[in-house]
């Protein structure tokens, strides 16, 4: 019994630390925790670009809790300034489709439709300003009768989720879906 409470304490010691190393920023502070990896044995050189956009679909569980898929894009940009990568070598676009593109209307929109507010705005915002682009799925903004004019104001709409996936593919990015 006493090696049992003696592993249990190491195991809480052990996995508080990793907690307390997680973190935000430099970039995106309103999320895009991450972790640092000390010694990593595969290295992210400074002088490459990186292009990558996500594929994002799937909404929150239930209206007025954050889409945590939003959060890996901006733990990418967040750890590429921590590993020294120049910011204009850091591309970064994601791709909304699906249930989870109601979370990209406006505030009064989703709170009519949601009956809460929407708790995705101000990471989504201060994503954008990082540089990320927010792309929604036309056909996605179709289907669920989402008007131009109740769409944040820097969230680009492309036709549909596939061209927007088809362009940033000849602009050289990669894909990482959910």
Known sequence: MRHVIIAGALLTI???QAAAQQQTGPVIMKGGTHSPVPNATFPAPADQVYKISWDINVGSAKPGDANANFDVPARFVNQAAVLGIPRGNV???VVVHGSAGEELL???E???RKG???PNIAFLEEMSKAGVRIILCGQTAANKKMPR???LPFVLVAP???F???VLHQQGFTVNPF
């Open 14 to 16: 052990v996995a508080g």
């Open 91 to 93: 591309q970064v676009a």
């Open 106 to 108: 406006t505030n009064d």
């Open 110 to 112: 989703y709170r009519a």
């Open 116 to 118: 809460v507010d929407n």
């Open 149 to 151: 004019d109740k769409i």
């Open 160 to 162: 549909s989720a596939a």
């Open 164 to 166: 927007a996936h088809a």
